[in-house]
């Protein structure tokens, strides 16, 4: 069952690619921007639908005007779930631009590139994303800077942080739990030394997945906030959502999006 789930699911999701690469190459140069932001939510949508992931949103996301959304990180499914909801932009190191497939498609999605081998990455990162504010759009962040299994949170890195405060944009906490039926899934998490195909075999051939897209209160942001108050406050309210008791096994860091 699980090898003609993949097989059918695989072949879905390489057509559906297809089609979004040529989307962005044919279509949208001749799209307006708010117009281009439809398309890639539209397509995010049928991507989590085709790798038979059922996203379930809970809480209140913020859907107009500029926010920062900051969340834990799991996978690379991450990304398309947050579009799925409103398009995001997300801040990734740019090593994710030379993945196989993924890195065209998250760039494709308007993510933010970040070099950290360069000295002034950081302040170059914080700059886009404030011009996104600017734009009314919204900004996704993964401060712990990999993915992990999804039980716990390293620390969060606060330096990003700060653009929320120069643009006094609030934060918006959201925790992701990935799920399959009614337990825990961290066997679904890209992390540690796993391929993007064998994690793709343990997505596709997987059935009642379900991502948790909880959207936390929002943290009020001024001018005089502290960067890393923010980052303690985020980490914290996520945290009680993806581990209520506040305590358990040592969270397994993996290859993902570092800040």
Do not use: Y
């Amino acid at each position: 069952m699980a090898l003609f789930l993949f097989v059918i699911r695989a072949v879905a999701v390489i057509v559906w690619i297809v089609l979004g690469l040529a989307t962005e190459l044919l279509v949208f140069p001749a799209l307006r921007r708010s117009a281009r932001r439809s398309v890639v939510r539209g397509w995010s949508r049928g991507l989590m639908v085709l790798c038979g992931v059922h996203l379930q949103v809970m809480g209140q996301p913020v859907l107009q005007g500029p926010v920062l959304w900051v969340s834990n990180h799991v996978s690379w499914v991450d990304i398309f779930a947050f579009n799925s909801v409103r398009t995001t932009s997300f801040v990734a190191k740019s090593d994710i631009r030379r993945w196989p497939v993924i890195g065209l498609l998250v760039a494709w999605a308007g993510t933010l590139f970040i070099d950290r081998g360069h000295r002034q990455a950081v302040r170059q990162a914080s700059q886009q994303m404030q011009d996104c504010f600017t734009q009314g759009d919204a900004v996704g962040l993964f401060p712990e800077g990999t993915t992990t299994e999804g039980l716990d949170l390293l620390p969060f890195h606060a330096g990003l942080f700060d653009a929320a405060v120069q643009a006094q944009v609030a934060v918006q906490p959201v925790a992701l739990r990935f799920m399959r039926g009614a337990r825990r899934a961290p066997e679904l998490a890209f992390v540690g030394e796993q391929t993007l195909v064998a994690n793709l075999w343990w997505l596709l051939g997987a059935t009642r997945v379900r991502v948790e897209c909880e959207f936390l209160p929002l943290i009020p942001v001024s001018a005089q906030s502290q960067r890393g108050t923010l980052a303690h406050q985020a980490r914290a309210a996520i945290r009680q959502k993806i581990l209520p008791s506040g305590e358990g096994p040592a969270v397994t860091p993996g290859r993902g999006t570092e800040q």
